[in-house]
């Protein structure tokens, strides 16, 4: 009932060799969807724990987090450690306010977690993108975040365009479960650092 996770989805995994719309980074990939969002595009904090404390007993390997708050939280703080304890990757939004996330105001990509990954976005010629938050203690990497074509929810054949950071984060989050699929051995934090 909001468009934000399925724009994010197809990103991630959108089908391939279907003459269909646009490929996701990872086309085959399985997903789990969860949701603390509301139709309204704003959720709680306490929805948000649910849903990682169900990927971390559901066994996901990969969280892709395209949200944020200008607040930090303890409890969103100790449940992403949860989710890294578990040998989870969490990949976050760097956020749109065209600030030095380094200097707070932007969480979870604040947190300094070895299981996060936090993503800035960048334009068709690779540049910083004009909203795109930054910082070179919090921020990790920088992916494609203007203009990105993907799924909607209006219908099962529906395409449209966004940009933001919650547009790059999704790249990473891809390009991750394609390297777990290679090095399905590998460590959380060996695979961030490849």
């Known amino acids: 009932d909001f468009f934000h996770g399925t724009i994010v989805a197809g990103v991630i995994g959108a089908s391939t060799n279907n003459s269909l719309g646009i490929a996701g980074v990872a086309w ?15 959720g709680s904090g306490s929805g948000e724990i649910a849903c990682i404390d169900y990927a971390i007993t559901h066994k996901a390997q990969i969280i892709n987090g395209s949200f944020g708050s200008d607040q930090p939280s303890e409890a969103e703080y100790l449940a992403l450690q949860q989710a890294g304890a578990a040998g989870i990757i969490v990949v976050v939004a760097a956020g749109n306010d065209a600030i030095n996330a380094d200097a707070g105001y932007a969480y979870p990509a604040g947190y300094m977690l070895d299981n996060i990954v936090t993503v800035a976005a960048t334009t068709n010629t690779d540049a910083l993108s004009s909203y795109s938050n930054y910082g070179p203690g919090t921020v990790d990497l920088a992916a494609p975040g203007d203009g990105i074509g993907s799924t909607v929810n209006s219908s099962d054949s529906a395409y449209a365009s966004a940009s933001g950071t919650s547009l790059a984060a999704p790249h990473v989050a891809g390009a991750l479960a394609l390297l777990r699929s290679h090095f399905p051995n590998d460590t959380y934090r060996q695979l961030i650092n490849r």
């Open 28 to 42: 085959n990939v399985q997903m789990m969807a969860l949701k603390f969002i509301a139709a309204d595009g704003f």
